[in-house]
């Protein structure tokens, strides 16, 4: 009997210590993470800032910055594969459905359509994800480590009450100016008759997209606003059942 005991206490260590192993490289690999997405936006801001002292216009700073760009947020496509392994605790469709819409907005809007990139709305929604990602990667690197300065946590919880909505119209903005170009070229549309007998508008298919943000965005808005009571103000949260 004491033998069995023990051979069970054995296991239950053994589980426990690559439990713990599994934590702390999680943990690691989550602060390089955070502190590299830093970094990257770090980057982004500088060479903004640095451009438009340079030249004292917004034209061609899209331009300037979109390998980088274009880098560091196709990269946010692991934050979605760290909430589908477990290794951060938030909604994977959430995560996707922010991630995804910014991927887009890089790859399919502003780079696949060049006479839309001095817009005014790309610099606003550019200004307005630098601000909020610095922020966001800074307060997961520090609480992470162990050490959040108050700033950092209210700025969090505050800055987005303002960024968000700018950034949505700001997003909104370009492509809507996107889609004067799109009709006239027909880019990324397929007509029939074709071999595959499948038909598809990007033109149509854009202002589907402009759409769903009327549903998608209050739910998204009114989550941090609860995310913000849970955190600054320490109110208990309960969240309905779907």
């Not at 004292?56 to 560091?72: N, P, V």
Request: aromatic share 14%; glycine share 4%; charged share 15%.
């Amino acid at each position: 009997m004491a033998s069995t005991e023990e051979d069970g206490s054995v296991e239950e260590k053994e589980n426990n210590n690559k439990k713990r192993t599994k934590s702390a490289i999680a943990v690691a690999w989550l602060t390089f993470y955070n502190i590299a997405m830093t970094a990257g936006w770090l980057v982004l801001a500088m060479a903004m800032i640095r451009f438009y002292i340079q030249r004292g216009t917004h034209k061609g700073l899209y331009k300037s910055i979109a390998r980088t760009l274009k880098f560091f947020q196709t990269i946010a496509l692991l934050e979605v594969v760290h909430c589908a392994i477990g290794i951060v605790r938030t909604s994977v469709i959430v995560t996707g459905v922010q991630v995804c819409s910014r991927i887009f907005m890089v790859w399919f809007i502003t780079n696949s359509i060049k006479q839309i990139q001095n817009e005014e709305s790309v610099i606003l929604f550019l200004v307005v994800w630098t601000v909020t990602e610095i922020t966001r990667y800074s307060f997961y690197t520090f609480n992470l480590l162990n050490h959040l300065p108050y700033f950092i946590k209210w700025a969090r919880y505050n800055m987005f009450i303002i960024m968000y909505p700018l950034g949505v119209v700001g997003e909104l903005m370009t492509i809507y100016a996107a889609l004067p170009y799109v009709r006239k070229t027909g880019m990324l549309s397929m007509r029939l008759p074709n071999k595959y007998n499948v038909s598809f508008d990007y033109y149509y298919f854009l202002i589907i997209v402009m759409l769903s943000y009327i549903p998608l965005f209050p739910q998204l808005y009114f989550h941090m606003l609860r995310q913000r009571r849970k955190v600054l103000l320490g109110e208990i949260i309960v969240e309905k059942d779907e």
